[in-house]
C-alpha cells in the first residue's frame, strides 16, 4: 500500500503483457465510438477508439480481455491496450485533466506526494457519498477513486458497484491477494498485488473502488 493509501503497481510492460485482444467484430465492419484521446501519427492526429475491456482472472495473474474492430492501425494498438480496462465512469487512467470538467470545479484538493494533487467530487449531494477522488499529475489523470455504502450510478468496475457483496467481488477478482485492516474503521482493503486495483469492503459490501496507472 502507497502513501496515499492506494496500491503499489508493478512495472508497466510486466502487466500490459497479459492483455488479450479479443477481435469480437471480425468481419462485421463494426466502426468503435472514438473518445478525446488522440495521439500524432505521421504528422496528423489520430483518434483512438474507446474500448472498454474487462479484467479476468487467469490464476494468480488477471488478463484484460478486450474487443477491438478489424484492422485496428498498428499505431493505436498500444494506446488502446492502455486505456481499455482502466475505465472508472466516464474517465479513464491516462487521459487529460480537462476531462473532468464535466463536474465542475473540484469541491476541494489536497496535495499528493510528487507534486500531484488528488481533486474531490461529491456526484450527487454536496458533503454526502458517494465521492470521487481523480488524483492528477502534469495535466493527467494518474488515479481514481470512488467511495460510499451503495452504487453510484455509472461508477460500477468491471462489474463491481459500491455497495456490491463479497461474493460479488469474488466472482469477478477472486480471493485478493492483500488482505489487511483498512484506515477507515472496521474496513479491510482488498488488495491484487501489483495489479492496478483495490477495493475497501466493510460488513460484506464494497465500500470503495480505486483504480490507477502502474509504475515505470
Request: one cysteine or more; hydrophobic letters at 45%; glycine letters at 10%.
Amino acid at each position: 500500500m502507497t502513501s496515499d493509501g492506494g496500491f503499489a503497481a508493478a512495472p508497466w510492460s510486466r502487466w500490459l503483457a497479459a492483455i488479450v485482444l479479443l477481435f469480437a467484430s471480425l468481419g462485421l465492419g463494426l466502426e468503435p465510438a472514438h473518445s478525446q484521446a488522440t495521439r500524432k501519427a505521421a504528422g496528423k492526429p489520430v483518434n483512438i477508439p474507446d474500448l472498454r475491456g474487462e479484467w479476468q482472472r487467469v490464476g494468480p495473474s488477471f488478463a484484460c480481455k478486450v474487443p477491438a474492430p478489424e484492422k485496428l492501425p498498428p499505431e493505436l494498438l498500444n494506446p488502446v491496450i492502455t486505456r481499455a480496462c482502466l475505465h472508472l465512469g466516464p474517465f479513464v487512467i491516462g487521459d487529460a485533466a480537462q476531462t473532468l470538467k464535466v463536474l465542475g470545479a473540484p469541491y476541494s484538493t489536497l496535495p499528493q506526494p510528487n507534486g500531484a494533487a488528488a481533486w474531490i467530487y461529491f456526484l450527487e449531494q454536496a458533503g454526502q457519498h458517494p465521492y470521487l477522488i481523480a488524483t492528477v499529475s502534469k495535466n493527467r489523470i494518474i488515479a481514481l477513486q470512488v467511495t460510499g455504502p451503495a452504487a453510484a450510478k455509472g461508477y460500477g468496475f468491471n462489474h463491481v458497484d459500491l455497495g456490491a457483496t463479497t461474493d460479488t467481488l469474488v466472482q469477478y477478482f477472486g480471493q485478493p491477494i492483500d488482505l489487511r485492516p483498512s484506515s477507515e474503521k472496521d474496513t479491510e482493503l482488498w488488495g491484487y498485488g501489483s495489479w492496478p486495483f483495490s477495493f475497501e469492503v466493510k460488513a460484506g459490501h464494497v465500500t470503495s473502488i480505486r483504480i490507477a496507472e502502474a509504475a515505470d
